[in-house]
Every structure is written in structure tokens, then in C-alpha cells.
């Protein structure tokens, strides 16, 4: 028997893979410093995990509609209609078991063989393998070092065409930590209304409550998008859930309704009572949240202070998110030669740019979602075999 040919067309999250690795490393009695999985390092907050515990005591045991639990829809429609200052009714939300679904769902009702698909790169690998997987066209828009982390929206208009059907955006981006702010934003609606008015967008806000300079700036927000967006966001970052598995989806009823056949073909529905937790996450008290942010800049802080150190590394300070995404072309190296260095020689698990596109290349990323003596511990050991990997011949 051999798998379908559309198989090979399917890509990896290379995380979990480099977590595989480390994971083997520890078995033999190695210290491995994590700075590679996209994890929050801290706890579901009491409130959340005391609301699942009671939903179990309440039966909240058995199926529930494919889109999701009427209230939980309710919740997450209240909850938008505040963060993103438009009315959003429950009929137009889906729960999924985590973002991802957001992804493969939309571009599984939407995409056409030969459609084309504008994604960022670097980006969160998951978009082009999927575009490529149902036959897609995957069109790269370069996320630039020299604007900040951010996409030229020139290219972003050169680049939409007739057969244009999706643009995805992702702000507050994985892995730049980059954030598009309301002129680029308002430039995407202005490029999509005249040179692809049947294209719609996939806004992936995942990262939203992680923003360290600014506010958060939602293309759903912007007068007459909100019949054209869908919006991925969840509950793994912003409230450390990344086990319970749940995001959602928002947009036109239409593409919700199709979304929701694809669940009840998939998935069947999410776990009832982690819908009654998400509804305590999004209604309860938010301190954890502050609380989580405000321990993010602090570790972003040290280790871009730290990684500007070391010799052929620089590092701009992410305004987003719990990466950074510094740049090593002095060191010699190629990326994922210097990530599987560093792994293997420092004890430090880290991606290569690459695993986030082309682009990429060039660029390691870290995740400091860890401690800040951690952080700090695997800054040491970089530093320590730095010079031994630039004296080796070129990889």
C-alpha cells in the first residue's frame, strides 16, 4: 500500500520535531535549555481550571454541536465585539481544538487547485504546507528585518492577482514578534478592494493579548472587513492553555456554517467541559494575563540583551509574542546548521529561521517562554561554543 500523492505535499511544524530531538538528548542524561516550543511555561490560571472541574461535577461530559456550545459561542462573540470594536453575533464564531483547525478548515472550504494564497514567510509553517496540501498556489509576501518586522504593502499589491482567493495576515506574528500597524493595515482593505475583490483574509491573531508596544490593531476592525475577514484567536497563549486545546474562528456566517461541516467530518465537537473553562477564561478575572505579559518583557529584555553579545548575532526587540528572531549571518553559518549546532554542542533547542520559509534563512529563532536563569543559562552556553563552531569549516 503507499500513501496518497497529496501526502507529500503536507509540511511539518519543525517545533515539535526539534522537541522530539531534545527530548532524546535528556534521555541520556544531557541538559537541554528549551527556548524551541511556542508554550507558555506557566499554569492555567486556579479561576480556569477550577471552572473545568466544576463543569465535569455538572455533567458537561457528553457532545456538543460541531461549532461549539451555545454559550461558549455567545462568549466568544461578547468577547471580540469588545477587543475588536465590531458586532459579532454567536452564529458567526466556531470552537475548534486549537488554531490550527482555523487554518486547515478556512483553506480546505475555500481553496480550488490553482487558487492562490498570499502568506507570510517567515511565517508559521503550518500555512504554506496546508495551501500546498489542497493544491494551492502558496504566494510568499517577505517579511522584512528593515521595516520592523513587517511586510512592504507595495509588495503585498504587486503580489494580488485575479486568482488571488485568500491573503492570510498574522499580527502579532510568529516567529518575528513583529506587529502591522493601522496604515499597513488599512492599506491590505484599500489593495484587496481594487486589485482582488473577491479575495477574502485570514487574520491570525493568535498572539493578540502579547503586546508589549502599542495596542493591538485587528484588520476585522477596519470599516467593511468585517464581511471579508476570519479571525483566528484561542486561549493556549494568552491564558497558558496550550493542552486543552482551543481556539476559535470568526467570520461571515457563511464560511462558519461551512467550517462547521468540516468539525462534524473531523472532530465531531470540543470537549464540553473545556468549553465551560474557555468561557471563565474569557469572562474571569484577567490579572494572570497582565501578570504573564509583564514577565514576558522582562525576559525578552535579557535575552535580547544577551544575544546582541555574542559575536555574529544581532538582535531587534520584538514588540509581540514570546520570540525573538535574531539574525546570525556573521557568524558563517547557515541557519539550521548553527540551530543543530547549538543543540547538539550547547545543550540549547532552538529553531532554525528556515522551518519558517525561505526567508528565513539566515535567522535562528527563540522562544523565551522559560525562566530568565534559564534564558541566561543558555546565552552562557552559546557564548562558550560560539568560537569553536566560526573556527570549523563552512557548513
Known amino acids: 500500500m503507499k500513501l496518497a500523492h497529496s501526502y507529500a505535499r503536507l509540511g511539518t511544524e519543525t517545533a515539535f520535531e526539534v522537541l522530539v530531538r531534545a527530548r532524546a538528548l535528556e534521555a541520556q542524561g ?26 465535569l461535577d455538572d455533567g458537561f461530559t457528553h457532545y456538543g454541536p460541531s461549532a461549539g456550545l451555545p454559550q461558549t459561542r455567545a462568549a466568544v462573540a461578547s468577547y471580540v465585539s469588545r477587543t475588536r470594536g465590531v458586532p459579532v453575533a454567536p452564529e458567526e464564531t ?37 495551501i500546498n496540501y489542497v493544491g494551492g498556489k502558496a504566494v510568499p509576501l517577505p517579511i522584512h528585518e528593515n521595516r520592523g518586522w513587517d511586510f512592504d504593502p507595495a509588495e503585498l499589491e504587486r503580489l494580488l492577482s485575479p486568482k488571488t482567493k485568500l491573503v492570510i495576515l498574522n499580527s502579532p506574528a510568529n516567529p518575528t514578534g513583529g506587529v502591522t500597524g493601522a496604515e499597513g493595515m488599512e492599506r491590505v482593505a484599500r489593495a484587496l478592494h481594487d486589485k482582488a475583490p473577491g479575495a477574502l483574509i485570514l487574520s491570525d491573531e493568535i498572539y493578540s493579548r502579547l503586546v508589549y508596544e502599542g495596542e493591538h490593531r485587528s484588520i476585522l476592525s477596519l470599516p467593511g472587513m468585517k464581511e471579508r475577514t476570519l479571525l483566528l484567536d484561542g486561549f493556549s497563549k494568552t491564558w497558558a492553555m496550550t493542552g486543552w486545546r482551543l481556539g476559535y474562528g470568526v467570520g461571515p456566517k457563511w464560511l462558519i456554517d461551512a467550517m462547521a461541516k468540516l468539525a462534524t467530518n473531523d472532530h465531531s465537537c470540543v470537549a464540553s467541559f473545556a468549553q465551560i473553562a474557555a468561557i471563565e477564561a474569557l469572562e474571569g478575572p484577567q490579572d494572570s494575563v497582565t501578570a504573564m505579559a509583564r514577565e514576558f518583557v522582562r525576559r525578552r529584555d535579557v535575552i535580547v540583551a544577551g544575544l546582541n553579545e555574542l559575536p555574529g ?83
Not at 511556542?38 to 481550571?49: A, L, Q, V, Y
Not at 486549537?98 to 483553506?107: D, E, N, Q, S, Y
Not at 528565513?360 to 541566561?376: C, D, H
Open 30 to 55: 544531557r541538559k537541554i535549555v528549551h527556548l524551541e516550543i511556542g508554550e507558555p511555561d506557566f499554569d492555567t490560571p486556579k479561576n480556569i481550571r477550577d471552572a473545568a472541574k466544576k463543569a
Open 94 to 130: 466556531i470552537i475548534v481544538p486549537g488554531g490550527k483547525p482555523v487554518i486547515f478548515f478556512a483553506i480546505l472550504a475555500l481553496i480550488d487547485p490553482g487558487d492562490e494564497v498570499i502568506y507570510p514567510n517567515p511565517g508559521f509553517p503550518i500555512y504554506e504546507s496546508m
Open 313 to 395: 548575532f544581532t538582535c531587534a526587540t520584538p514588540k509581540a509574542s514570546f520570540y525573538v528572531f535574531p539574525n546570525i549571518k556573521a557568524t558563517g553559518l547557515s541557519s539550521k546548521a548553527l540551530a543543530d549546532a547549538l543543540l547538539s554542542e550547547a545543550g540549547v533547542a532552538c529553531l532554525s529561521g528556515t522551518a519558517f520559509g525561505a526567508q528565513g534563512e539566515g535567522y535562528l529563532r527563540f522562544s523565551y517562554a522559560n525562566s530568565v536563569e534559564n534564558i541566561q543559562t543558555a546565552l552562557a552556553a552559546i557564548g562558550r561554543v560560539l568560537p569553536k563552531l566560526a573556527a570549523a569549516p563552512a557548513r
